[in-house]
């Protein structure tokens, strides 16, 4: 007997189901981008257990015929690709006209579906691959699809489903990525009979990711937009003060497909690389449009990841779109001051209970920079209520040339502003102030030094010795002067005059520490000089707890207004949180 068999159908359809259906969140995807393609404007997705023992979508799109609704079903029908001419044009989209097949193999499917122009409906079952006949039924127009049981005939497959927490939320997550790119859908979520979004049509953007996310989010979003060599970007970028410790806030979208590409995660890093600590990740939502011929789709069972034929322009065109955005916007956090009810304002100012109305991102505020201590000049009652902020012109954020300010605790200062205050953290300010200054300085060729009048030495081993070799270019361009001073010693010789603040031995020794911690993971130069550089900014600035006469507050102020980000230290931790009048008047409840 010969070893060679011809695989049988449903065999095949299960084979291609494990490379497509994953997990119960791989057939809501599916299934939603058919709801998608058959031109919606309204699909609920219903699950129970997480998706194991039911996914249901129902939408409202062209439906099908009886004929259709058979032929969907079987391998290889689609009704996207008719001809070899159409081949060419629209593979590029992955059309497949395998995901129903492949999902009816591994489940019972129950698919009911109406067409606009037909007085009933059809339905069809199949279970597991074994399909009966389309039967008329009672229906509305659109299609209804039934998902029960996914692999229960294959208990290897079951077993790999995770809780229905875990599964549940990837579900969300599917449904999260549609709606972001449909805001005109309306779109609900039901899981275990518990509506988790309802979301109407036409929403913008914004307040779609208010409900998909929270407020806040959407508060702290940046719109920007570029278009350039037939490539057409659309971002809301999120303020450095609302990044996350992963990347999983960052929803790139391709021509209205969610998808993952390390070129363009790489260009988001770099565009947020001035406002961030490097193990924090931006908040962003990125929209990109081009032509379908520029990419390739077919690289990955999902479509989850493109194959571009052009990296370097679509990496190119999103730092720049990003960076000169995020460089040429005050992000500043916007205090959030909420509208008050009457009992509360009183509550508050009666009993003297200071810390109790502390807005939320006054005490996160305070919490952060003075560990352990509460600011009592400063106390907002603040309650849950929905979220205020208030833009600024220029003009109104230009500080008034009379002296309006006060340093409070040696840390913070507190200035007046056109429409209101701004309550600056006196170290993360000239932190950035001193990053904005150094690079500048450094850009034109090397830092100016001055020789130590008495030469500091230090130990140092071999190892530390070579590597200080090896970097001896960025040692010179620092301004910093090394000389063999004895045995496994060293002296610094001379050091850079904008570091002045710093001890030359602390900074040096620190130097050498990072530059040991870099050593072999192959930084680019430029990005290592900007981590030196940020070191350097942070011990040269003015410290929490040093108090400053007038004049030290006044340069502050007016080197805040030339700096470019001036909203957040070189970490991305915010230097300024603004109140407006409006603001206060609204806490006062003078309007
Ligand atoms: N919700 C729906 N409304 C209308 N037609 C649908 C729907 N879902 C599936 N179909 C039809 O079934 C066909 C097969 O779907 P599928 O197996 O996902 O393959 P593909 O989407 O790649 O064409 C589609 O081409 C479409 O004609
Ligand atoms: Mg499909």
Known sequence: ?????????????????????????????????????????????????????????????????????????????????KTTADLMGISTLGFRGEALASIASVAQVRAVS???????????????????????CSADCGTTIQVRDLFYKLPARRKFMRTANTEAGHITEQFTRIALARTELDMTLVSN??????????????????????????HNLIATESSEK???????????????????????????????????????KEAYRPTL???????????IEMPFEDYDVNVHPTKI?????????????????LREKLLGTDLTVDAKLSAVSAGSVASTAGSGDRSRGINDAMAEFFRKHRPGQTQRQFNFPGTTGPKTSYKTTEHQTELLPQRKF????????????????????????HERIMYHNLRRRISGGRLQSQKLLIPESFELTDAQAEMLEANAELIEKLGIELAPFGPKTMAIQAFPVLLAKAEPLDFVRDLVDLLDDTAGQNIEPDKLLDEVLNMAACKAAIKAGQRLNDSEIEQLLADREVVEAAGNCPHGRPTTIKFSISDLEKQFKRT
Do not use: W
């Open 230 to 268: 037939g490539l057409n970007l659309r971002a809301m970028l999120g303020k450095p003060a609302i990044s996350r410790t992963n990347n999983k806030f960052q929803y790139v979208f391709l021509n209205g497909r969610f998808i993952r590409d390390k070129f363009i995660s790489h260009a988001i």
């Open 193 to 218: 009979g518990r509506e988790v979004y309802r979301l109407t049509g036409n929403q913008t953007l914004r307040q779609r990711i208010a409900e998909l996310f929270s407020s806040e989010i959407a």
């Open 406 to 429: 006060m340093q409070i605790q040696d840390s913070f200062i507190v200035a007046a502003t056109g429409d209101g205050f701004v309550i600056i953290d006196q170290h993360a300010l």
């Open 114 to 136: 109406r067409t606009k122009d037909s007085p009933g409906g059809n339905c069809i079952e199949i279970d597991c691959g074994s399909k009966g006949a389309p039967t008329p």
């Open 1 to 81: 007997m010969g070893r060679i068999v011809v695989l049988d159908r449903n065999m095949v359809n299960m084979i291609a189901a494990g490379e497509v259906i994953e997990r119960p969140a791989s057939v809501v995807k599916e299934l939603m981008e058919n709801s998608l393609d058959a031109g919606v404007t309204k699909m609920t997705v219903t699950i129970e257990d997480g998706g194991r023992k039911l996914i249901s979508v129902a939408d409202n799109g062209c439906g099908m015929d009886a004929a259709d609704l058979a032929n969907a079903f079987e391998p290889h029908a689609t009704s996207k690709i």
């Open 305 to 321: 990841e493109v194959r571009f034929y052009n990296s370097n322009l679509v990496h190119s065109q999103i730092l720049g779109c």
């Open 277 to 287: 600590e490097p193990n924090r990740f931006p908040v962003i939502f990125l929209f």
